[in-house]
T-cell receptor
Framework: QKEVEQNSGPLSVPEGAIASLNCTYS??????FFWYRQYSGKSPELIMSIYSNGDKEDGRFTAQLNKASQYVSLLIRDSQPSDSATYLC?????????????FGDGTTLTVKP | KAGVTQTPRYLIKTRGQQVTLSCSPI?????VSWYQQTPGQGLQFLFE???????NKGNFPGRFSGRQFSNSRSEMNVSTLELGDSALYLC?????????????FGPGTRLTVT
């Protein structure tokens, strides 16, 4: 079992719809969670971080964390073609592995005009 | 504030050679992590340096090594290159604080081994 698993995708949604990206992790000591966006040919860009259970909203993006279920998700509202990218989920267990981020394989999102 | 810089951006080497990649973090950031990204394996953690000390290491052979200087700049070295080392090498900069670990990536170095 991979430490961090994401929907394999690809995920395709129409412009204006809500895109839902999911991620599960296996290490219960994980304490910080991140979503990165990576455009083709570019490096990952941090878009959201979440540290406690519940929802965190930033513009059109909402990250949701449920530590009991070891699950973190990213919702993108009013999806735009410019949101088309690969989204990477990353997890840190900084108490035992300070500085080590474990990434999922990513979910490729396509937003169709 | 300037972002993370990596040099060189592209590199072509032959098997058996060695290579050194450089990363300059965001000003004030003391942590630099290195990752290898390939289509088949995704983003794999190599190692992390914080205040000139290697704080964490991934599951890569000893041919992969790194160091960090007092100005937080970091280098990674790969010796005896193999074809499978062809990848995008990314460095990520962070404050290194244990309460938060938001990382900011450089543009990467694309290494091709022939």
């Amino acid at each position: 079992q991979k430490e961090v698993e994401q929907n394999s995708g690809p995920l395709s949604v129409p412009e204006g719809a809500i895109a839902s990206l999911n991620c599960t992790y296996s290490d219960r000591v994980s304490q910080s969670f991140f979503w990165y966006r990576q455009y083709s040919g570019k490096s990952p860009e941090l878009i959201m971080s979440i540290y406690s259970n519940g929802d965190k909203e930033d513009g059109r993006f909402t990250a949701q964390l449920n530590k009991a279920s070891q699950y973190v998700s990213l919702l993108i509202r009013d999806s735009q073609p410019s949101d088309s990218a690969t989204y990477l989920c990353a997890v840190n267990a900084y108490n035992t592995n300070a500085g080590k981020s474990t990434f999922g394989d990513g979910t490729t999102l396509t937003v169709k005009p | 504030k300037a972002g993370v810089t990596q040099t060189p951006r592209y590199l072509i080497k032959t098997r058996g050679q060695q290579v050194t990649l450089s990363c300059s973090p965001i000003s004030g950031h003391r942590s630099v992590s290195w990752y290898q990204q390939t289509p088949g394996q995704g983003l794999q953690f190599l190692f992390e340096y914080f205040s000139e000390t290697q704080r964490n290491k991934g599951n890569f052979p000893g041919r992969f090594s790194g160091r960090q200087f007092s100005n937080s700049r970091s280098e990674m070295n790969v010796s005896t290159l193999e074809l499978g080392d062809s990848a995008l090498y990314l460095c990520a900069s962070s404050t290194g604080a244990s309460s938060s670990y938001e990382q900011y990536f450089g543009p990467g170095t694309r290494l091709t081994v022939t």
